[in-house]
């Protein structure tokens, strides 16, 4: 019999009220069940967002120093922990072991890197017009924070949205993504060793359109931080709207490589093998377009596909797997129906193409490494969001149109291009309109230090990661007049 897990509620871990739960299923071996999880309704949402509510007050005023200690502490369990936490990632989402442990790593260095900010959270001050008159900015927190998270980044995007939503004085009810909400559990059970206050964090596990759609409803959610697909994310934005929420959104992507004729393609290769099938191509960064110059097409298409060929499929616990399964069946699907559009379509598939059942991978959701060749820039395998590992390459004749092709998407996450020339490269950055532009490196590889996110229908103009400050916390401007006058500022000129 699986674990049963629970919610957390108000300092304590709880039952779904309905008594139901759901399974947490491995993708590489879908006979193991990690657990079963609360399906949880309006009713424990509710009371989430009543115990985030009624902590609000007594949080947003421990200084933000302190706030912060808890985190660092909290950093210090995930380096201790960070092994066990990996090998129960890839046994909960797939990803290969190597990439498990980024994702962890990169939930450490957020963890740290926003420790620090409890001490910084800078206000501005600026003079006044008028004498004897002090100006600042100063942060205040939003409220109480509704943070809902996809399975891919199972431990990095949660950290992303619940330490800095805490630093700055919010309090959180969290609503993983139902593939893996086991390392949510990790996660959240980290920072309450690490000393929050019982009802500053609340985890409500359950479905989308149960548990999470009550929380984007409920008023007395003051901001929705929601990563996830464009087409949920426009309905939260849209049921946001309605109540006059706060709302930060980071959708889907589109993610191009451009090769030039000049291109170092060893470097173009690796770069584009590892953006196109790393974590099986289910990065919000992924690289799933490869426009490619005509005068070294056919060079970098061989030598590209030579390498995918070798590309072992299996378990990601398995230290000779480069790729893991997918997540889910539904996903697993929708990637096959992508290849059937594409043979009606008539584009090339010059490797993979189909589901795999062979072998240690009989019992898990396993797509072989799949590359769509002469793909036209209309056709839907180069517009939609797959999400699996089958990049599309694109022919282009010059930089000109292989920035037009980059940028005829709705979406605008991230972009790379490998070229020599220096100007190709300037060119490139004032001219592709994504939220990230790397050079001679691949799309996926962000800094958490650094603003992310992206342009178009990939976002709604916010940045996590380095600009993440100002999603959680709303500013103030303070005038202080000390003159013992009422001076009137455009009167008094
Ligand atoms: P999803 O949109 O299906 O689900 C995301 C989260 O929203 C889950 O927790 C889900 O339960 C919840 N949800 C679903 N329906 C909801 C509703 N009606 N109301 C409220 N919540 C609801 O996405 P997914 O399949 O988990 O993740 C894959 C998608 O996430 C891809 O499109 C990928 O590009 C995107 N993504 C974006 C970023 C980024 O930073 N831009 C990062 C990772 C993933």
């Known amino acids: 019999m699986p674990q049963v897990y629970k919610n957390y509620i108000n300092g304590q871990w709880v039952d779904a009220q309905s008594g139901q739960t759901f ?9 193991e069940v990690l657990g079963l999880f609360p399906r949880s309704t309006e009713k424990d949402v509710a009371s989430a967002v009543e115990a985030a509510r009624a902590s609000f007050d007594s949080w947003r005023k421990v200084p933000a120093p302190k706030r912060a200690e808890i985190m660092f502490r909290a950093a210090e369990k995930l380096v201790q922990r960070k092994e066990e936490l990996a ?35 800078f206000g501005e001050t600026t003079p006044s017009e008028l004498p004897n008159k002090f100006a600042m900015s100063i942060r205040m927190p939003v409220g109480v924070v509704a943070a809902i998270t996809p399975w891919n980044f199972p431990l990095a995007i949660p950290s992303w949205k619940l330490v800095p939503a805490l630093v700055c004085g919010n309090t959180v009810v969290f609503k993983p993504a139902e593939d893996t909400p086991l390392m949510a559990t990790r996660f959240v059970e980290i920072l309450i060793e690490a000393g929050l206050p019982k009802g500053v964090l609340n985890l409500v596990h359950g479905f989308g359109e149960e548990a999470g759609a009550a929380l984007v409803t409920h008023p007395g959610v003051d901001l929705v931080s929601f990563t996830g697909s464009s087409e949920v994310g426009r309905e939260v934005a849209l049921k946001c709207a309605e109540s006059y929420k706060r709302v930060s959104l980071e959708m889907g992507g589109k993610n191009a490589i451009i090769v030039m004729d000049d291109a170092n393609l060893d470097l173009a290769v690796e770069g584009a093998i590892w953006g196109a099938f790393g974590t099986t191509g ?91 060749a ?31 092709i980059v940028n005829n998407s709705k979406y605008g996450l991230s972009s790379a291009i490998y070229t020599q020339d220096i100007n190709k490269a300037f060119v490139a950055i004032r001219d592709i309109y994504t939220g990230i532009t790397y050079v001679n490196s691949s799309t996926i590889g962000a800094e958490v230090h650094l603003p992310f996110g992206g342009t ?38």
């Open 456 to 493: 178009k229908q990939t976002g709604n103009g916010h940045r996590e990661g380095g600009h993440v400050l100002d999603v959680f916390t709303e500013w103030k401007t303070v005038y202080i007049d000390y003159s013992g006058k009422l001076q009137k500022a455009q009167i008094d000129v």
């Open 282 to 372: 289910q990065r919000c960064t992924a690289a799933s377009r490869l426009i490619v110059h005509k005068k070294v097409l056919q060079e970098f298409t061989d030598r590209f596909v030579a390498q995918v060929k070798k590309l072992k499929l299996g378990n990601g616990l398995d230290p000779n797997t480069d790729v893991g399964p997918v997540i889910n069946e539904q996903q697993l699907k929708r990637i096959h129906r992508y290849t059937q559009i594409a043979r009606e379509e008539g584009i090339q598939i010059l490797t993979g193409g189909e589901i795999y059942k062979e072998g240690e991978c009989a019992k898990g959701y396993f797509y072989l490494p799949t590359v769509f």
């Open 374 to 404: 002469e793909v036209k820039p209309q056709s839907r395998i180069a517009q939609e969001e797959i999400f699996g590992p089958c990049p599309a390459i694109i022919p282009a004749e010059s930089l000109e149109e292989a920035i037009d």
């Open 87 to 121: 090998q129960l990632m890839t046994r909960e989402m797939g990803k290969v072991l190597k990439e498990a442990r980024g994702d962890v790593q990169e939930a450490i260095d957020m963890t740290y890197y926003i420790a620090g900010e409890g001490r910084r959270m």
């Open 23 to 31: 399974e947490d299923i491995n993708p590489a071996n879908t006979e």
